[in-house]
């Protein structure tokens, strides 16, 4: 169970992440405004803004100092809202509701549902390009592009693109294995994670065995989340997880609960938990709240 001084110091950087977030949505305004609303509807529809979280706490792990850190705080949170806007959409997993409320598409249509994942995802790296463009000096400009390079790859094709492109395959084909279901997971969930930490850890200048440590604990820490996602799908309410559960066995999906049943999973939940923590603690740098924040996940309750 989570502390009160934890619960408070999570809602105060909570708070401080979606500041940073909202101030760089697009204005709603000129021919275009009516994707612009689409745009700030879906990130403004709610959720727990972890992964800038992990991001500014991995930055302050190895001493972070660079300002260009709220850029690359508000892309990696529009390409997890990019992704959830088109995961909605009818030809994924056609959920109506997200958090509680009326998904993108549902609101705006399919067409616009289309074009605001589209926009969010180009304003990643509008907004991140432009922090390596104005980069004060070479060291770090090459940190920035680093970090743009990171939350690319594990945006793509090799990462959370992939993963979703192996899960729409595997649902038309019938296909099920635990093989692909862990590629599925660590691409489609954990691949963001990692990102989030390497990114947070690049622009502070880590070395390249901290990142790659940071890569490591992400992805342990994104299964365990996955999985533990897939546990609420089965147990959870529309009021505990803000969305119809058991859309998963609906769409005739495989998850870990399927696969493995509901008390292996808490058990690989724990342990996955456990191994994030120990790379985390072994990693260089001081974890303080971090070590804290994915201890807590295990837990969640949303």
């Known amino acids: 169970m989570a502390s009160d001084g934890f619960k408070s110091l999570l809602k105060e950087k909570t708070s401080e992440a979606e500041k940073t977030v909202l101030s760089f949505l697009p204005e709603e305004s000129g021919f275009q405004r009516d994707v612009a609303e689409a745009v700030n ?8 803004r972890l992964r800038p979280i992990l991001m500014k706490e991995a930055f302050l792990m190895y001493g972070g100092q660079d300002p260009a850190i709220d850029a690359f705080m508000a892309a990696i949170e529009f390409i997890h809202n990019y992704s959830l806007i088109h995961d909605d959409l009818e030809a994924m997993d056609n959920d109506e509701y997200r958090r509680g409320i009326k998904t993108t598409h549902a609101v ?12 969010l995802l180009n304003l990643v790296y509008e907004i991140t390009s432009s922090q390596v463009m104005d980069s004060p000096d070479m060291e770090t400009m090459k940190r920035r592009a680093l970090a743009q390079h990171i939350l690319a790859d594990k945006a793509g094709i090799n990462g959370m693109v992939g993963g979703q492109s192996a899960d729409l395959s595997a649902e038309k084909r019938g296909e099920a294995s635990e093989e692909l279901l862990l590629f599925m997971d660590e691409k489609k969930t954990a691949c963001l994670m990692e990102a989030s930490l390497m990114a947070g850890a690049a622009l502070a200048g880590a070395s390249e065995d ?29 009021e505990e997880i803000g969305k119809d559960a058991g859309s998963d066995e609906k769409n005739g999906k495989m998850t870990y609960v399927s696969v493995y049943g509901l008390e292996e999973c808490r058990r690989k939940v724990e342990e996955l938990t456990d191994k994030a923590l120990s790379i985390l603690k072994d990693a260089g740098g001081d974890p303080g709240f971090l070590s804290d924040l994915i201890a807590s996940l295990s837990g969640r309750s949303k």
């Open 108 to 119: 705006y249509g399919e067409g616009m549902g289309v074009l605001a994942g589209d926009a």
């Open 210 to 238: 901290d990142i790659r440590s940071m890569e490591e604990c992400g992805s342990a820490m994104g299964i365990a989340f996955q999985i533990r996602d897939d546990i609420l799908d089965v147990t959870g309410s529309r």
């Open 41 to 48: 509807y879906g990130v403004r529809s709610g959720g727990k």
